[in-house]
């Protein structure tokens, strides 16, 4: 585990809410905590009830902000997962893949981070995409980290309520500072509204009978966006990517055209037991809301929005937020 930072002596001891049990406020709550703070978490989804545990997940910044200060939170996630990788109960492993290209002229600013990651070779390219980068990062088994997580949070002290939270008046009794960790319902609590809109993800969990062992990615695939994440013991196969698509239902003809994408791409995946299908809606936003909100009788600090990157921006995110509280 990460050596937990001191208390800073320079940062008094706060009295911290975090509203949102996702991967960004178990993150945030653990980090604060490790920073000597007095954490509690408010969430009416618990940890694996939320959009995280649908995740699939690989550490790649989908459909997310791209800026300098995104590209710090992702960084900064990827040097705290490689470190937890070697923790086996965090469910954290690392892989090698490849990403996928529809033309060569795609963004690979994400790769300059990544130590090992490297042009494909063309023999390696199936005929539909262009090129690929191959890449060593971090694959993230969400039931068994957010459990993980929690354990961690808990251990550090952390408290946890299960509840509704209607407005920021309910909590400033007795919080110094409130974090907004609140996913898809980012800004309803801010006068935010509207300004983070959903992105509905359909995924199916398959039993990895055929052993894989390396993920594939395909955001541009001609028929939809098409990846394969093998994990500890199963498949995750995706996806879709709609934009402002509320429905958490699964379609079943989503699933069949998914599947049929990915076993093109992947023929073993054929033989493998389906074991579950999956929706989640991902909280997209133009940019991350990462800052300071003003105007609350309590202070408090925004953290939602990060579209098809959250767990891959999580670390980042948490660090930041303990350093907008000492601001
Ligand atoms: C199919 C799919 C695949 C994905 N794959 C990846 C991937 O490979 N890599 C990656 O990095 N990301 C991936 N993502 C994106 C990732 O899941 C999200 O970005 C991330 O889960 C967002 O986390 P969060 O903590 O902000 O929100 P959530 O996980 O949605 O958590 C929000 C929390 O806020 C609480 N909450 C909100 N409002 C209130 C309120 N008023 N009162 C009380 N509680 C409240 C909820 O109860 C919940 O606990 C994927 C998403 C989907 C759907």
Same mark, same amino acid.
């Given at each position: 585990?990460?050596?937990?930072?001191?208390? /800073?002596?320079?940062?008094?001891?706060?009295?911290?809410?975090?509203? *949102?049990?996702?991967?960004?406020?178990?993150?945030?709550?653990?980090?604060?905590?490790?920073?000597?703070? &007095?954490?509690?978490?408010?969430?009416?989804?618990?940890?694996?009830?939320? =959009?995280?545990?649908?995740?699939?997940?690989?550490?790649?910044?989908?459909?997310?902000?791209?800026?300098?200060?995104?590209?710090?939170?992702?960084?900064?996630? #990827?040097?705290?997962?490689?470190?937890?990788?070697?923790?086996?109960?965090?469910? %954290?492993?690392?892989?090698?893949?490849?990403?996928?290209?529809?033309?060569?002229?795609?963004?690979?600013?994400?790769? !300059?981070?990544?130590?090992? @990651?490297?042009?494909?070779?063309?023999?390696?390219?199936?005929?539909?995409?262009?090129?690929?980068?191959?890449?060593?990062?971090?694959?993230?088994?969400?039931?068994?980290?957010?459990?993980?997580?929690?354990? &961690?949070?808990?251990?550090?002290?952390?408290?946890?309520? !299960?509840?509704?939270?209607?407005?920021?008046?309910?909590?400033?009794?007795? @919080?110094?500072?409130?974090?907004?960790?609140? *996913?898809?319902?980012? $800004?309803?609590?801010?006068?935010?509204?509207?300004?983070?809109?959903?992105?509905? $993800? !359909?995924?199916?969990?398959?039993?990895?009978?055929?052993?894989?062992?390396?993920?594939?990615?395909?955001?541009?695939?001609?028929? *939809?966006?098409?990846?394969? %994440?093998?994990?500890?013991?199963?498949?995750?196969?995706?996806?879709?990517?709609?934009?402002?698509?509320?429905?958490?239902?699964? /379609?079943? &003809?989503?699933?069949?055209?998914?599947?049929?994408?990915? %076993?093109?791409?992947?023929?073993?995946?054929? $033989?493998?037991?389906? #074991?579950?299908?999956?929706? *989640?809606?991902?909280?997209?936003?133009?940019?991350?809301?990462?800052?300071?909100?003003?105007?609350?009788?309590?202070?408090?600090?925004?953290?939602?929005?990060? $579209?098809?990157?959250? =767990?891959?921006?999580?670390?980042?995110?948490? !660090?930041?937020?303990?350093?907008?509280?000492?601001?």
């Amino acid at each position: 585990m990460h050596p937990a930072p001191l208390p /800073d002596a320079a940062q008094p001891s706060r009295k911290v809410t975090v509203i *949102g049990a996702g991967v960004i406020g178990l993150s945030t709550a653990h980090e604060l905590a490790a920073a000597g703070h &007095q954490v509690t978490v408010i969430a009416d989804q618990l940890p694996l009830q939320t =959009v995280s545990a649908v995740a699939a997940a690989i550490w790649f910044p989908y459909h997310s902000e791209n800026s300098a200060a995104a590209d710090l939170l992702l960084a900064r996630s #990827l040097a705290r997962f490689e470190e937890l990788s070697g923790i086996k109960e965090t469910g %954290i492993d690392l892989r090698r893949g490849l990403n996928l290209e529809a033309s060569p002229e795609e963004d690979r600013s994400w790769a !300059q981070i990544v130590a090992n @990651a490297a042009e494909a070779p063309a023999e390696d390219i199936p005929r539909i995409a262009a090129a690929g980068m191959r890449a060593t990062v971090p694959v993230i088994t969400m039931p068994l980290y957010l459990s993980w997580l929690h354990e &961690q949070a808990l251990a550090k002290g952390v408290k946890f309520i !299960q509840r509704t939270i209607g407005s920021i008046d309910e909590v400033q009794e007795e @919080a110094d500072t409130v974090v907004l960790a609140t *996913g898809l319902r980012g $800004g309803e609590l801010t006068g935010d509204d509207g300004t983070v809109y959903p992105i509905r $993800g !359909q995924v199916i969990r398959l039993a990895n009978t055929a052993g894989l062992v390396h993920w594939l990615c395909y955001d541009e695939h001609p028929q *939809g966006v098409t990846y394969i %994440i093998p994990r500890r013991d199963d498949i995750i196969v995706g996806g879709t990517d709609v934009a402002n698509d509320f429905n958490a239902e699964v /379609d079943p &003809q989503t699933a069949t055209d998914m599947l049929r994408r990915a %076993i093109g791409l992947v023929p073993q995946l054929a $033989g493998c037991e389906i #074991l579950e299908h999956k929706v *989640g809606l991902r909280p997209a936003r133009e940019t991350i809301c990462l800052e300071r909100v003003d105007g609350h009788a309590v202070p408090v600090i925004a953290a939602y929005g990060h $579209g098809g990157a959250g =767990v891959t921006l999580s670390w980042g995110t948490a !660090q930041r937020v303990v350093e907008l509280l000492g601001t």
